[in-house]
């Protein structure tokens, strides 16, 4: 959709719809939340949405398959983090987790090129989008710890803000287009579903390690990519995605 609409107007329909659904799950089932997590969700969030803009955009000018894992790398952040704080994993975890990161920078080795990817912009944008994910999982698992749901609501609060100010500081880009509605709404219900899940994780289990399964995703979209845009990938990528895999194996046999 980034590479069809403006990035701005993919962002303000998507991630509004996932404040709607964040907030009738906050009704339903939240509690309350401290003014000092309310801030700290809302600070996350808007950081998770200037990285989800970047990547959006790495992706509608790079190739998928390769900007995907290098946003991935984010995960530095939060595991940097846990470890900093004294969380412990067992050895084979620990070892699951440097397979899984190993795995994405296998997978990040450009398919048609020899050597790494050479657009320099895309992967600068993917970097910058792997930063802004990073910074959302340690806010949103520092929030999530005292409510779930209100945490959720908050930070999907503070990034519809941020980019419903950059939506009309830069004229208002429209959403409209042959099935984009339908889209744009789909992508609203995964996303946020996708940061319940992983908000309800952190409150399971090490921050350190939720982390790196949820950083997972380009193992989804490198193949996705393949299926659907028909970008090709080669014996080291598919290498790196068989490797976070049996980094994820790993990580939760030692749970």
Same mark, same amino acid.
Request: proline fraction near 3%.
């Given at each position: 959709?980034?590479?069809?609409?403006?990035?701005?107007?993919? /962002?303000? !329909?998507?991630?509004? !719809?996932?404040?709607?659904?964040?907030?009738?799950?906050?009704?339903?089932?939240? +509690?309350?939340?401290?003014?000092?997590?309310?801030? !700290?969700?809302?600070?996350? =969030?808007?950081?998770?949405?200037?990285? $989800?803009?970047?990547?959006?955009?790495?992706?509608?000018?790079?190739?998928?398959? !390769?900007?995907?894992?290098?946003?991935? $790398?984010?995960?530095?952040?939060?595991?940097?983090?846990?470890?900093?704080?004294? *969380?412990?994993?067992?050895?084979?975890?620990?070892?699951?987790?440097? /397979?899984?990161?190993? %795995?994405?920078?296998?997978?990040?080795? *450009?398919?048609?090129?020899?050597?790494?990817?050479?657009?320099?912009?895309?992967?600068?944008?993917?970097?910058? %989008?792997?930063?802004?994910?990073?910074?959302? #999982?340690?806010?949103?698992?520092? @929030?999530?710890?005292? +409510?779930?749901?209100?945490?959720? #609501? @908050? &930070?999907? &609060? =503070?990034?519809?803000?941020?980019?419903?100010?950059?939506?009309?500081?830069? =004229?208002?880009?429209?959403?409209?287009? *042959? &099935?984009?509605?339908?889209?744009?709404?789909?992508?609203?219900?995964?996303?946020?579903?996708?940061?319940?899940?992983?908000?309800?994780?952190?409150?399971?289990?090490?921050?350190?390690?939720?982390?790196?399964?949820?950083?997972?995703?380009?193992?989804?979209?490198?193949?996705?990519?393949? #299926?659907?845009?028909? *970008?090709?990938?080669?014996?080291?990528?598919?290498?790196?995605?068989?490797?976070?895999?049996?980094?994820?194996?790993?990580?939760?046999? &030692?749970?």
């Amino acid at each position: 959709m980034s590479r069809r609409l403006h990035v701005l107007a993919v /962002l303000v !329909v998507s991630q509004s !719809v996932g404040l709607a659904l964040a907030l009738g799950v906050a009704l339903s089932f939240g +509690d309350r939340l401290p003014a000092w997590a309310w801030i !700290v969700a809302a600070a996350g =969030g808007a950081a998770g949405a200037l990285g $989800l803009g970047a990547f959006y955009r790495s992706m509608a000018i790079g190739t998928v398959s !390769v900007v995907t894992p290098v946003a991935s $790398l984010g995960v530095i952040v939060p595991v940097a983090v846990g470890l900093a704080r004294g *969380e412990s994993p067992a050895a084979i975890q620990l070892g699951g987790l440097a /397979l899984a990161m190993v %795995g994405i920078l296998f997978a990040s080795r *450009e398919a048609e090129l020899r050597g790494w990817a050479t657009s320099p912009e895309s992967l600068l944008l993917a970097a910058l %989008g792997g930063l802004g994910f990073g910074t959302f #999982f340690v806010a949103l698992d520092a @929030a999530a710890a005292e +409510d779930t749901a209100w945490a959720l #609501f @908050a &930070g999907r &609060g =503070g990034g519809v803000a941020v980019v419903t100010g950059a939506w009309l500081a830069f =004229g208002r880009p429209s959403p409209a287009g *042959e &099935g984009a509605l339908r889209a744009l709404l789909a992508m609203g219900l995964l996303d946020i579903l996708a940061n319940g899940l992983y908000a309800v994780a952190t409150t399971k289990g090490l921050l350190s390690l939720v982390a790196v399964g949820g950083s997972l995703y380009p193992v989804v979209t490198v193949l996705l990519a393949r #299926f659907v845009l028909d *970008e090709r990938l080669a014996r080291l990528q598919l290498a790196g995605v068989a490797l976070a895999l049996l980094g994820v194996v790993l990580i939760a046999a &030692g749970v």
